[in-house]
Nanobody, 111 residues
């Protein structure tokens, strides 16, 4: 069984930055792929980033060049660095691995 706990959400102005963290515990391994998704108000949940066990990364077009996913296997933690944030990035951000979702972290981009 896997548990995922996100943190780091909050209110940020357009153009600002924020870093989300996702701490994993339980039956999860350094070679597992980890994902970030987000769900904006009134919209479906969308995939935005992946980091594989070998450290390779893939991004959705909507965030590529602005967001960076990384991992620290020693800390069982995955990060999502978000730069140049836009109001349309406002959403609940979720960590996902091994069919398990975290509880989500709210990110609000507003002036």
């Amino acid at each position: 069984q896997v548990q995922l706990v996100e943190s780091g959400g909050g209110l940020v102005q357009p153009g600002g930055s924020l870093r989300l963290s996702c701490v994993a515990s339980g039956s999860i391994f350094s070679d597992d792929s980890m994902h970030w998704y987000r769900q904006a108000p009134g919209k479906q949940r969308e995939w935005i980033a992946l980091i594989s066990g070998d450290g390779s990364t893939t991004y959705a077009r909507s965030v590529k060049g602005r967001f960076t996913i990384s991992r620290d296997n020693a800390k069982n933690t995955v990060y999502l660095q978000m730069n140049s944030l836009k109001p349309e990035d406002t959403a609940v951000y979720y960590c996902y691995a091994r069919t398990t979702w975290g509880q989500g972290a709210l990110v609000t981009v507003s002036s």
